[in-house]
């Protein structure tokens, strides 16, 4: 049976409205661990993902789960005759999350072959929900929203991960060659700057030094929005992403050459 993408964009959007019913009611009230290799977490991240999770299950049984705190479930995509996957971070920015900054977000997406053809990208403290399907658009809110159209890099807002993400990717030169040039260069990170991109007030952004369940949903959330969307090489086993209006980013991914 064919698989209808707005029918699993319903599920995606059920599963995000679950995931903020488990994480608001402890935004600022919620206890904070150490992972083994020293990022937080906490019970709404765990708790967030399971809701997610049993949407998904739910609807979907016979569909992996590829999530950031339970890792694998299910059949493995490779093994699968249609090669679907859901990807999912319930929490992404649980940095910002766990100090009560509300710049925290839901992604979830699902692959097919290992491409992107349903997204989500959800700020539940701010309220706002970015959807997408394959060939479908980009839509906040159930509006249909565009990236910028800058060209020039001394005019545009251009956002970027933590500093110390261009250090471990190996590209500190690249923050620092931006910071020299680019004039409003601005610290939006974690999916909350991927979603400015989304809604055309960021121009573009560079954002090194990430995970899958990181990039999924963006990946087909900035084409559908008219963007362009380049994954970085991967180096020790994390990878990352320029997106943004295309001039831009042509003329940022020249910063890594």
Request: proline content about 6%; aromatic content about 6%.
């Amino acid at each position: 049976m064919t698989l209808s993408l707005d029918a699993a964009l319903e599920v995606a959007s059920a599963a995000a409205d679950r995931a903020r019913e488990e994480v608001l009611p402890r935004f600022r009230n919620v206890a904070v661990e150490t992972k083994g290799d020293g990022s937080p977490v906490t019970e709404a991240d765990r708790a967030a993902e399971r809701a997610i999770r049993a949407t998904l299950r739910d609807a979907y049984p016979d569909h992996p789960v590829l999530g950031e705190e339970f890792g694998d479930e299910g059949e493995s995509a490779a093994s699968r005759s249609d090669g679907l996957c859901w990807v999912v971070d319930p929490i992404d920015g649980t940095i910002a999350f766990s100090r009560g900054i509300p710049l925290f977000s839901t992604l979830i997406a699902l692959l097919e072959d290992g491409e992107p053809v349903v997204a989500v990208l959800d700020l539940p403290a701010l309220g706002e929900r970015y959807t997408a399907t394959r060939g479908g658009g980009c839509r906040r809110n159930g509006a249909p929203t565009r990236v910028s159209d800058e060209s020039d890099l001394s005019r545009a807002i251009v956002s970027h991960g933590d500093p110390f993400c261009f250090e471990r990717y190996g590209r500190a030169d690249v923050f620092q060659r931006m910071a020299r040039e680019i004039p409003m260069l601005r610290g939006y990170t974690d999916a909350f700057g991927h979603a400015l991109v989304l809604g055309g007030g960021v121009g573009a952004m560079v954002d090194p030094d990430l995970n899958l369940w990181d990039i999924a949903a963006t990946r087909l959330l900035v084409p559908e929005a008219g963007g362009r969307c380049e994954v970085l090489p991967e180096v020790k086993g994390k990878s990352g992403l320029v997106l943004g209006s295309p001039p831009l980013v042509e003329q940022l991914l020249a910063y890594f050459s």
